[in-house]
């Protein structure tokens, strides 16, 4: 009898756990709005951009950017990109995007204050 029950449950909480991840647009909408922004910037904040997918400003839009920019200013060729923002284990309905997604592929760092317009591409 305990063993059935600790079944059905393992079955409802991987169950609510897919259908979480499946509808996490939805839930970002109530969670964090519409219109979420993410920063990325350089190590030292020589270049920056936010993206805002929901309006096409994505991380192709980004790196063509970035691309641009290290083109343009020769002594910034071996600059990195950082995303400024942390994955939040308690948000588990995106824990599919956390591992799959182009947004939280680059490596975290901590966000730095931009000391010129140089390279800022942003809203």
């Known amino acids: 009898m305990m063993k059935n029950k600790k ?3 393992s079955i409802i909480l991987i169950t609510f756990l897919s259908l979480s991840n499946v509808f996490s647009g939805f839930i970002n909408i109530f969670s964090e709005g519409l219109f979420t922004t ?4 350089t190590e030292n ?3 920056e951009f936010n993206t805002m ?3 096409g400003r994505d991380i192709g839009m980004m790196e063509r950017q970035f691309s641009h920019f290290k083109k343009k200013n020769g002594e910034y060729q071996d600059l990195k990109l950082f995303r ?3 994955r939040n284990p308690v948000k588990f309905w995106n824990w ?3 591992l799959t997604s182009e947004t939280y592929q ?3 760092h901590k ?3 931009s000391k010129s317009g140089k390279g800022k591409f942003g809203i």
């Open 7 to 9: 079944i059905r449950i």
């Open 38 to 41: 993410y920063l990325y910037q």
């Open 45 to 47: 904040a020589e270049f």
């Open 53 to 55: 997918p929901s309006k």
């Open 84 to 86: 400024t923002f942390k």
């Open 96 to 98: 599919y995007s956390y």
């Open 106 to 108: 680059y490596e975290y």
């Open 111 to 113: 966000k730095v204050d």
